[in-house]
């Protein structure tokens, strides 16, 4: 049964009587009563000590014009308050709206707190079945005075911002088929925007993108993430019937371009990874039919009101390594020889960061960053790849593939700063050997990528397996790169205050100057690996940055690489929250 608490904030009649001044009786007020809803202007232009999404605004940019905390004080960063979550493997990004953070724990806990001394203002437990490993959901939504909450039963719930109170609750997929969500909404014009994951579990026909009306929770439309139908597209699968085409989870939210009216997302890599057994290869004679398996791997162009596509991208057809390009599409408008373009820019798990015309789709750059042996080539009118045959998986073989499967960049986010027009990327290098998992003879798929992956160093790299990488979208060139032994396992936040903020496996958090790279700060060793998003708001005139300390929830897995690096068994799960001292 799902519950919720409201904390009440009450005065003693000894307080009273004891002449308790108005100005303290206005301090001792419930700051979840000065809560406004959010607008539709709100959403587009957020207040800036505000985190209304994901990535704080539509663009995707991962920017905050916050500068109380800069170059010249951060030194001084201390540790405000922290929170203890539930336990469970969680990449949660706080949601911040007029100084209250709501978050999401792995049980499905949802809590408002004060930001400025952490207290508890409500918390709603959300049942989840019994056969549902409780994980967290790595974002939420924000709208008029509703909190909009994807859950791991694949159900969206909206919850009132101010009691915590359920508004209502909609199934949107069966989760005994393997439907979950990993990532949560986004909304644009009353609209929630919601993509299905869970769809490697060996459910037909692969996953989709649904809208939802925010004041109901009825669905509007679905997109299907396979194309389907008679369409030239449907004609990309080697002539695989719909109902064995796996895949192409929708596990990271889109952004919104509201000049076009659409959201740019990104969807995942076919199941089973290897193509021989997803029946991608050998290629079909047919000339009418080819094996690229779209929308996988894809940017898509959809219109939030009515779900139409209105173009694509393939970045990487026929994938057989797990190298998703699912990742955030940041909207940025820069020039690109001598005329300013609207941009999309994504970089997928092999670390290219590759550009796209977000009105028209066009192909424009691309900049590699890890090393990879994967991509021989990138056609530069089109952004077709030539695929280096030695790394492809074949059934009795081991191949060696540069990065691994959790990618040269992994879900933690890359992130802009207008400040220094630099896309700043959490990324790690390494690499595996990797051997196929073969199906019995006679038997059916029913899930999961049927390979092994081995991860190793890279052998030609200097023991430094994570980085964070500036690049100048200008000329595409490096500004600077920090390494570093343990992976990085955060994204990255960049600041007004010239700072950019980000995470590692060794428990520690770190801030560097946004323009050289130079580490001016960095944490005492955390609770856990910081594998999360972290965010910076305003409560009280004051500004402070958050992060969710973690293991195992992504880019832990290469704690193997690094075992000098001790973390503890019981997986203790923190929100910390640091700010100046007063």
């Known amino acids: 049964m799902t519950y919720f608490k409201l904390r009440s904030v009450l005065l003693t009649a000894t307080a009273l009587t004891a002449g308790m001044s108005a100005t303290t009786l206005a301090a001792q007020e419930n700051p979840i009563d000065k809560v406004s809803p959010v607008t539709d202007e709100m959403l587009l232009n957020p207040p800036d000590g505000d985190w209304l999404m994901w990535r704080r605004t539509y663009n995707g940019w991962g920017y905050s014009p916050l500068d109380q905390i800069n170059k ?20 949660e990004t706080p949601l911040v709206h007029d100084g209250i953070i709501y978050i999401q724990n792995s049980d499905q806990t949802i809590q408002a707190l004060d930001g400025a001394s952490g207290d508890l203002i409500w918390e709603y437990q959300y049942d989840l079945p019994d056969d549902v490993e409780p994980r967290g959901v790595r974002n939420k939504a924000i709208y008029q005075d509703k909190l909009i909450v994807a859950t791991r039963d694949a159900h969206l719930i909206a919850l009132d911002t101010k009691t915590g109170q359920l508004v209502w609750d909609k199934t949107v997929a069966n989760h005994t088929f393997g439907y979950n969500f990993t990532s949560g909404p986004m909304v644009v014009n009353g609209v929630i925007v919601q993509g299905m994951t869970g769809c490697g579990g060996g459910q037909p026909g692969g996953c989709f993108f649904t809208g939802h009306d925010v004041n109901t929770g009825e669905e509007i439309w679905r997109i299907n993430t396979i194309a389907q139908g008679d369409s030239p597209e449907s004609n990309t699968w080697n002539g695989v019937p719909v109902e064995s085409r796996y895949g192409a989870s929708a596990w990271i939210p889109g952004t ?44 898509l162009a959809i219109d939030p009101s009515n779900g139409e596509l209105k173009w694509y991208h393939q970045h990487l057809p ?14 940025i408008d820069l020039p690109v020889d001598g005329t300013t373009r609207k941009m999309a820019v994504t970089t997928g798990k092999i670390g290219i960061i590759e550009a796209l015309d977000r009105e028209t789709g066009e192909y424009l750059w691309d900049v590699e960053t890890v090393p990879q042996n994967v991509v021989l080539s990138i056609d530069p009118e089109t952004g077709d790849k030539t695929i280096n045959p030695e790394v492809i998986p074949v059934i009795g073989e081991t191949t060696f593939n540069c990065p691994a499967d959790p990618g040269g960049r992994a879900w933690q986010a890359t992130a802009y700063s207008p400040r220094t027009e630099a896309l700043y990327l959490p990324t790690v290098e390494f690499c595996s050997n990797t051997t196929v998992n073969p199906l019995d003879p006679g038997a059916i798929y029913t899930g999961g990528g ?23 979208l200008n000329d595409r060139s490096e500004m600077w790169q920090y390494r570093q032994r343990p992976p990085v396992t955060s994204s990255t936040l960049p600041t007004g205050g010239g700072l950019v903020f980000v995470g590692s496996l060794d428990r520690k958090f770190m801030a560097f100057d946004d323009e050289t790279g130079e580490k001016l700060w960095e944490s005492g060793k955390l609770s856990s690996s910081l594998e999360s998003f972290p965010i910076t708001y305003e409560a009280g005139g004051k500004q402070y940055v958050a992060i969710t300390a973690n293991f195992a929830s992504g880019l832990g897995r290469l704690a193997s690489l690094t075992p000098e690096v001790k973390l503890p068994a019981n997986d203790p799960i923190t929100l910390f929250v640091f700010a100046l001292p007063d």
Do not use: K
């Open 72 to 91: 010249e004080n951060v030194g001084d960063l201390q540790l405000a308050w922290s929170w203890a979550m539930t336990p469970g493997r969680t990449q």
């Open 256 to 299: 919104y371009d509201p000049e076009q009216n659409l959201i740019f997302a990104g969807v995942g890599q076919p199941y089973p990874w290897n193509t021989e057994i997803a029946g991608l290869t050998p290629p079909s004679s047919d000339p009418n039919v080819t094996n690229e398996a779209l929308y996988t791997n894809s940017t």
């Open 318 to 331: 026929t994938d057989s390594l797990d190298l998703d390009y699912v990742y955030e599409r940041l909207l």
């Open 450 to 472: 049927l390979q092994t992956y081995s991860r190793v160093e890279h052998p030609d790299g200097d023991g430094n397996i994570g980085q964070v990488r500036a690049i100048n």
